[in-house]
């Protein structure tokens, strides 16, 4: 079975531009997450889809990300504009029913 | 508020010796805990999860315990190897309906050949 798949893995990028991470879940699993997790510290969840629907996004800073799963599959995480503090991985996971969530390998973004 | 801390937050051990490590939550209504590995460049990978009625969950060399009434759980790893080395997560989840994963802030191992 195909794992989670995140894409690009690395990028590096100047504050106040723009960039956008994808994620393709494990074919099936309804639920999608996107997570931050900051040098050091563990991660923290940004948001939460059931399907197409959002379920939390509490911690998700909207002023600059927006997050978006079409079709109920696939997923993209936006940063417009980024800045210095947003450097972090990018974690995406999925989950089925009662299952436990698993993880894609992440992108790593650098905010110069 | 519901904070997740784990201590400690690096170890370094001689291959072979048996290990603990210690996980604590300020907030002991959690639907269940969970332990996970990360290896550098790599995604999270779940070892163990406890729902809130157990005590203990084993796999191979970890055992990992719950004592809810002190907010408190441990990873034991047993005969630890080079391959053990790795970022080690406890994260638990209140509330079964969202699944959302609280997380510490990691142990990271190194196992010494």
């Known amino acids: 079975e195909a794992g989670v798949a995140q894409s690009p893995r690395y990028k590096i990028i100047e504050k106040r531009q723009s960039v956008a991470f994808w994620c393709n879940p494990i074919?099936?699993?309804?639920?999608l997450y996107w997570y931050q997790q900051i040098l050091g510290q563990g991660p923290k969840l940004l948001i939460q889809?059931?399907?197409?629907?959002?379920?939390?996004d509490s911690q998700l800073p909207k002023d600059r990300f927006s997050a978006e799963r079409l079709k109920g599959v696939d997923s993209t995480l936006k940063i417009q504009p980024a800045k210095l503090e947003d450097s972090a991985v990018y974690l995406c996971?999925?989950?089925?029913?009662?299952?436990?969530?698993?993880f894609g390998p992440g992108t790593r973004l650098l905010v110069l | 508020k519901q904070e997740v801390t784990q201590i400690p937050a690096a170890l370094s051990v001689p291959e072979g010796e048996n290990l603990v490590l210690n996980c604590s939550f300020t907030d002991s209504a959690i639907y269940n805990l969970q332990w996970f590995r990360q290896d550098p460049g790599k995604g999270l990978t779940s070892l163990l999860l406890i729902q809130s009625s157990q005590r203990e969950q084993t796999s191979g060399r970890l055992n990992a315990s719950l004592d809810k009434s002190s907010g408190r759980s441990t990873l034991y790893i047993a005969a630890s190897q080079p391959g053990d080395s790795a970022t080690y997560l406890c994260a638990v989840v209140y509330g079964g309906a969202t699944n959302k994963l609280i997380f510490g802030t990691g142990t990271l191992l190194a196992v010494q050949p």
């Open positions: 996971a999925s989950r089925l029913a009662e299952e436990t969530q698993y």
């Open positions: 889809f059931q399907n197409n629907g959002v379920v939390d």
């Open positions: 074919s099936g699993h309804a639920t």
